[in-house]
């Protein structure tokens, strides 16, 4: 089967691969650039579980083909915290007691950061509607939203 | 906003577990990576019920990457035959004999037959297409009524029928004669959908055998490696002490992820063959399918009832409808029959119950596996009510058993003590202003808007109390081993197997404040089969009490063992000693402070200490429960049904909970939290789907099976009632299935509320929008 | 759950992958955004031989308005015209549904040309073609440019009128009258799922009259293809847009539907829910026209 190569920038840095046109985007990361962070919950589009950004906008990994990511700018839940300092959203997360297993827990913050990015001071009803593609079993969403609304919080108080 | 304490158990205390899984390092199985590691698929059956009369692998194991195929007859050869876990959950009902994978019959949609393994998933899938199975079909057998009809076909030969238990009637109390004395008789049909778990990570293991040693080391999902290592060992023929088994994050599981299953055994066998490391990541398709469902159960009840609304007495007849291959199904129906008094003082009861086998999926725990008695008995009472005209509240606060007046058991035997039912019940009352609710609901319906408001009680058997029956419930004592490092931190290793409960904080917050030490120096080791003491792992809301009172005791323990060493290192008696931020002194002569880390480090020294006190500074410890006691608590629910489309939305949802002394007051609301979300899901969205008439499977992706998100769940207020302190010291008790007990009959009792103008009775447990409209004779029904 | 292998091309314009298709016959499959394609692939329930991936072909990108005309290119993102002015101005009921399809995330890769062309039946997008009356603009080099009215583009379950070799490159919406009302409505298990039912509605006043010009409504998720309603269209027109003409009219709708069930809802569920739906879209489009008017 032929093989393509694929370069993209992943959290800032360059990186390179060569794969099959069949391979997801969310193998490439977790198999090919070792980054397990980005979590697989279905395969078909439906958890949120694998959401990352692409270009700045939130995509599911599990539904684009690595080949389809080329020359794209691509971040994942490990680029939130480069220098193991964690951001804003993560303290607020953290400070919430957003998350339990923690398996949902990498789609739901790329999502948010997107939400963010476009609307940094959201009311609950937009985070809700924001967040309704992301799946989590655990929490019953109140204590995600909370984090939410902390970060946005956190970050209108700086300004 | 670290919340700074004098003690850190009761605080809010920010989760040690959150800096890994908030920056993508946590690590779950399917991170896992060995060198050399094969990729598993399974070939599994897409019919129901049938007959394998060809298999034919010979493609596949020609097929690009493919290292290993295996039919179920080849593996079978390698592996010792037995029910392997089935039999742990049995309730002591008979076992059938089957194979890991299928031979000679398949019995469900999904049912692995054929093991594939390639050099990737995707090269093991390629090759699982070119495996060719023959099936000779047979009659799929989808419901109890057709697995009680005796020319069914028999899904497993050696059982004979598909009625699996005929239980005996079981008879408490006087129950003809609370029959002959009451007013009237409330009569229901209940029945309970079949749902499943669905983690959101799906189950997962990777084996690697080491022909050197002999030695198979598994990593796995699970809620308790040492259920895994016995599993695996007994199957593959290998002493236990040559299986470690390994779990790191888990991503959820809810009961699903109890034991080995089958792919596991399969896998661990597969990497024996090869001497090379087998990964199998179960997917969502399979995960639906063919994982494990649970809650199909239906009941036939009369309740012997006063004008006055007094239950005297119930009469029950259940039938469980337990899938497929052998789960947890014939093991719960006497929970339910021992809890299904639950809080209240019903001084009669007969049980029976029915377990059939039918081509479904496996019935497994999920999350409060018994809770058919709440919502069986939380809908009696509600019909009760409609029945007399009372408000259903009157009748909860007139049978329900007080703290101070008798019986202080139910009459199945169980004790009461403790039991906060009444209080809670008012808590929620008073919070949703009955009288101003039945206002609003009449203003509302004279707009066409149909308010409803629901409640229901419950208590949990977290761990329950202990009545001298050795202690922990069913799965006995919990263990804990402490062992105070050479760095000055005390490290627990814990059989509990968190999966999302938050234990390496509180477990931590439980043995910082009794030891003395910051958390920062406490460290809860978690899921090495070798370096664990041997448990259950975690289910059945036990961690809270069981493990944290262990925690608790052996941190005591630990910190006594401490000052007897410092005693002999200080030459002062043990009494003098005084262990405080990070290091022990004899009293009032601060000079002589000596940390942990040297104390440690002392102990191991040799001569310096007697052989009894010498070496290691670790204690172990067991605790039983103490005064056990129950957790529980009373849930109201205020929806809004559009009786034109059949839409419920959950307005308001309020819970009075009493799960003891609060461990970590944020980690109890995500439990409550959490709970509550599964059981308004089972009632509007989620539901486990079969063709009748085909076996196949309806609800195998996320687009049929479909889980609530953000836009479904309200905001949950919680009080806490921190009521009845029976133990010394440990009062803390489990809540982790206690919101998924309640929230389903607290939603429908508030939905028939809402529908009460069209006279509508709600008997099932699943309403979804299309079933509303059915119910209120929109539509006509399905 | 891994996509079953397949060749791929990455072509830079709308020719070279009309070449392709041409070449490839109908094993081949265009890829637009893949928020449908590829969880088929997963499921391994499509097996193109090769994808086309049309997405470096920037004259399907663009996004313009012109005497009146909203043209949408085949590749232009859900998320990028939900956000645009002129979307919002000259076609609402599109703004309006488009936050209705799945979620931000699928948004953000799904296309309008993808969509439309998938022709999922309980899909948004194909219910409001139909009640916009828009053109579907298609390309092949055997049969050249042509505009296929969205009457005539969804003939069948996930079947159009496009050929295999046939790309869908542009979504041309008209004009709309001044007083003119539009409205958008589902029910769905849950936001964002695809409908169970939905309905997308129009009602043009007449300026001088107040009564119904025109009247139009489009269902979602009761049959093979989206549904547009001629008959109950037919008995609007003229009246007054009073509760009861819509209420008849809805029922009406109802009745002359025969959805299939799945798990989500009963066929008697689906035409209940259509009439319902029906008749508040159209109720709450002739409120917009006099707002308009």
Not at chain 2, 508 to 525: K, L, S, T
Not at chain 2, 650 to 667: F, K, M, Q, S, T
Not at chain 3, 68 to 91: F, I, K, N, S, T
Request: glycine share 10%; net charge negative.
């Amino acid at each position: 089967m032929t093989c393509f190569d694929v370069e993209l920038t992943v959290n800032g840095a360059p990186r390179r691969g060569s794969v099959e046109a069949r391979r997801t985007l969310a193998d490439f990361l977790r198999e090919d650039l070792g980054l397990t962070g980005t979590h697989l919950g279905c395969e078909h589009g439906v958890c949120g579980a694998c959401t990352v950004l692409v270009d700045g906008e939130p995509a599911r990994s599990c539904l684009m083909l690595a080949v389809q990511a080329r020359g794209a700018d691509v971040r994942t839940v490990e680029g939130l915290a480069p220098d193991g300092e964690m951001n804003r959203l993560q303290e607020a997360m953290w400070d919430s007691h957003g998350f339990q297993c923690g398996f949902c827990t990498p789609g739901f913050l790329m999502q948010i950061t997107a939400l963010l990015a476009e609307n940094p001071g959201p009311t609950e009803a937009e985070v809700r509607e924001a967040l309704s593609g992301n799946i989590c079993r655990c929490t019953g969403y109140e204590s995600i939203v909370n984090g939410v609304l902390l970060a946005a919080d956190a970050a209108g108080s700086d300004e | 906003m670290q919340h700074i304490a004098e003690r850190y158990t009761g605080a809010s205390v920010r989760r040690s577990e959150d800096p890994r899984i908030l920056t993508g390092s946590g690590r779950y199985v399917d991170d896992v990576r060995l060198p050399g590691m094969l990729h598993a698929a399974f070939v599994r059956s897409p019919v129901a019920h049938a007959r394998i009369t060809r298999i034919d692998v010979r493609e596949a194991a020609k097929a690009p990457g493919v290292v290993l195929v295996l039919t179920g007859e080849e593996l079978e050869r390698s592996l010792v035959p037995g029910p392997g876990i089935a039999a742990m959950f049995s309730g002591g009902a008979p076992v059938p004999a089957f194979t890991t994978l299928a031979t000679g019959k398949v019995r469900v949609v999904g049912d692995p037959v054929v093991l594939v393994v390639a050099e990737s998933r995707y090269l093991a899938e390629d090759a699982c297409e070119l495996v060719e199975v023959d099936y000779e079909e047979l009659p799929a057998v989808m419901t109890p009524q057709a697995a009680r009809d005796p020319a069914s076909p028999a899904i497993f030969e050696d059982l004979g029928s598909n009625v699996l238990v005929r239980s005996p009637v079981a008879v408490f109390g006087d129950v003809d004669g609370a029959f002959a004395r009451a007013d009237r008789i409330v009569r229901a049909d209940l029945r309970q959908h079949r749902h499943q778990n669905a983690p959101m990570e799906c189950r997962g293991v990777v084996c690697s055998f080491d022909p050197e040693s002999g030695e198979l080391t598994v990593h796995s999902a699970t809620q308790g490696v040492h259920i895994v290592r016995t599993t695996l060992s007994t199957a593959l023929g290998l002493p236990p002490e040559k299986v470690r088994v390994l779990a790191g994050d888990i991503g959820g599981s809810f009961g699903l992820k109890l034991g080995a299953y089958r792919e596991d055994v399969a896998c661990a066998a597969a990497s024996r063959q090869l001497s090379r490391p087998v990964r199998w990541m179960e997917d969502r398709l399979e995960n639906l399918t063919f994982s494990g469902q649970a809650r199909e159960e239906s009941f036939e009840v009369a309740a012997a009832v006063t004008n006055e609304g007094e239950i005297l007495g119930l009469r029950v007849k259940m039938t469980i409808d337990t899938g497929a291959y052998p789960g947890m199904g014939t093991m719960l129906p006497e929970l339910v029959k021992t809890m299904i008094p639950g809080p209240y003082k019903i001084g009669a009861l007969s049980f029976e119950w029915t377990a059939v086998v039918t081509n479904k999926a496996a019935y497994v725990a999920y999350r409060g596996p018994w809770a058919s008695e709440t919502w069986v008995r939380e809908r009696m009472v509600d019909l009760i009510a409609m029945e007399l005209g009372m408000e259903p509240i009157q009748v909860r606060l007139r049978n329900v058993a007080t703290r101070e007046t008798p019986p202080r058991r139910m009459v199945t035997g169980r004790s009461l003590a403790g039991v906060t039912a009444k209080e809670s019940l008012e808590a929620i009352a008073s919070t949703v202003d009955l009288p101003s609710f039945r206002r609003l609901q009449a203003g509302a319906r004279e707009h066409g808007r149909y308010l409803g408001l629901g409640m229901a009680t419950y208590i949990e058997p977290a761990p329950g109390p202990l009545e001298g029956k050795g202690g922990g419930g069913i799965m006995g004592p919990e263990q804990i081993r402490l062992r105070l490092a050479e760095d000055g931190t005390v490290t627990l290793f814990t059989s509990q197997m968190p999966h999302g409960q938050s234990h390496q904080t509180t477990f931590a917050q439980i043995a910082a404040d009794e030891f003395g030490v910051p958390i920062e120096q406490v460290r809860v080791v978690v899921g090495d089969s070798d370096l664990v003491p041997m448990g259950f792992g975690t289910g059945g809301s036990r961690a809270a009490t069981m493990a944290g009172g262990a925690s608790l005791h052996g941190a005591r323990a630990l910190k006594a063992r401490v000052k007897e060493i410092a005693s002999h290192l200080f030459e002062a008696g043990a009494e003098d000693i005084e262990l405080s931020g990070g290091s022990v002194a004899v009293r009032g002569v601060p000079a002589s402070a000596m940390s942990l880390a040297e104390l440690a480090r002392a102990a191991r020294s040799p001569g310096r200490l007697p052989p009894s006190l010498a070496g290691d500074v670790e204690v172990t410890a067991a605790f039983d429960g103490g005064e056990g006691g129950w957790s529980g608590g009373s849930h109201a629910a205020i929806v809004e049904v559009d009786v034109e489309t059949g839409q419920v939305r959950v307005e308001r949802y309020v819970v009075a909970e009493d799960c003891g002394i609060l461990i970590n007051p944020a980690i109890v609301e995500g439990q409550v939290r959490g709970g509550v979300a599964q059981g308004i899901g089972a009632v509007l969205l989620e539901r486990s789907v079969y063709d009748e008439e085909t076996g196949q499977y309806l609800s195998s992706t996320f687009m049929d099976y479909v889980l609530a998100t953000a836009c479904e769940i309200p905001r949950i207020e919680i009080e806490h009632l921190e009521t009845v302190p029976l133990d010394a010291d440990v009062n803390f008790r489990g809540v982790g299935e206690g919101g998924m007990i309640i929230a389903p009959p607290t939603l429908c009792n508030a939905i028939e509320d809402a529908l009460s103008p069209f006279g509508a009775r709600v008997l099932e447990q699943h309403l979804p929008p299309a079933r509303i409209l059915e119910l209120i004779g929109a539509i006509p029904a399905g | 759950m891994k996509p079953p292998p397949f060749d791929y091309s990455a072509p830079d314009t709308l020719e070279e992958a009309l070449f392709l298709l041409g070449e490839a016959g109908d094993e081949a499959r265009p890829l637009a955004g893949g928020q449908s394609l590829v969880p088929l692939l997963s499921l391994r329930l499509a097996r193109p031989s090769r994808l086309v991936d049309l997405a470096g072909i920037t004259t399907l990108t663009t996004l313009g308005a012109a005497d009146g005309h909203l043209a949408v290119g085949a590749m232009v993102r859900e998320r990028q015209a939900e956000r645009d002015e002129r979307v919002r101005r000259l076609a609402p009921v599109l703004a309006d549904a488009l936050p209705l399809i799945g979620h931000p995330a699928i948004r953000s890769r799904g296309t309008i040309g993808g969509s439309l062309s998938h022709a999922d039946p309980a899909a948004e997008l194909p219910a409001v073609a139909l009640v916009l009356e828009a053109e579907l603009v298609a390309e092949s080099r055997a049969r050249g440019r042509r505009s296929i009215p969205a009457a005539d583009f969804f003939t069948g379950y996930f079947t159009t009128a496009l050929a295999p070799d046939e790309l869908l490159t542009t979504l041309r919406v008209p004009s709309s009258a001044p007083g003119t009302g539009w409205a958008v409505d589902e029910v769905a298990r849950r936001h964002g799922d695809f409908a169970i039912v939905g309905a997308a509605a129009m009602v043009r006043l007449d300026t001088s009259t107040g009564r119904i010009d025109e009247a139009r409504v489009a269902l979602a998720g009761v049959g093979d293809t989206p549904v547009r309603l001629a008959e109950t269209e037919q008995m609007l027109a003229g009246a007054e847009p009073a509760d009861e003409a819509f209420a008849d009219a809805a029922e009406d709708a109802a009745t002359r539907l025969s959805p299939a069930a799945d798990v989500h809802g009963s066929a008697a569920y689906r035409r209940h829910v259509a009439g319902v739906l029906a008749r508040r879209t159209l109720k709450l489009a002739a409120q917009r026209a006099r707002e308009a008017a």
